[in-house]
């Protein structure tokens, strides 16, 4: 079975910073696009940022030039740098795996990551 873990989140200042870390099992990572998506209350989920297998990157104009995800494939895992932390980020944070050979996808518990003052 495909599980995913996360870790990273907690509480954070303005401007501070943290990382979240998603280790995947159950899978072949090197065929998975890996992403990262958050949501506040009483808000949609939306998505954050995308590695894929060949390691391209994409991210939500919220975030561009704060936050970066990055892949480690011989430990599974994916990872999310997020830098200058504003009130606005403050969301849970799921990982989602999508086995682009088999088309499934599997999502993260979640990660509450909460920036105030």
């Known amino acids: 079975q495909v599980q995913l873990v996360e870790s990273g989140g907690g509480l954070v200042l303005p401007g501070g910073s943290l990382r979240l870390s998603c280790a995947l099992s159950?899978?072949?990572?090197?065929?998975?696009?890996m992403a990262w998506y958050r949501q506040a209350p009483g808000k949609q989920r939306e998505l954050v940022a995308t590695?894929?297998?060949?390691?391209?990157?994409n991210y939500a104009d919220s975030v561009k030039g704060r936050f970066t995800i990055s892949r480690d494939n011989a430990k599974n895992s994916v990872h999310l740098q997020m830098n200058n932390l504003k009130p606005e980020d403050t969301a849970v944070y799921f990982c989602?795996?999508?086995?682009?050979?088999?088309?499934?996808?599997?999502w993260g518990q979640g990660t509450q990551v909460t920036v105030s003052s």
């Open positions: 590695t894929t297998p060949s390691g391209s990157t």
């Open positions: 989602n795996a999508h086995n682009v050979r088999s088309n499934f996808i599997s």
């Open positions: 159950g899978s072949i990572f090197s065929d998975s696009v």
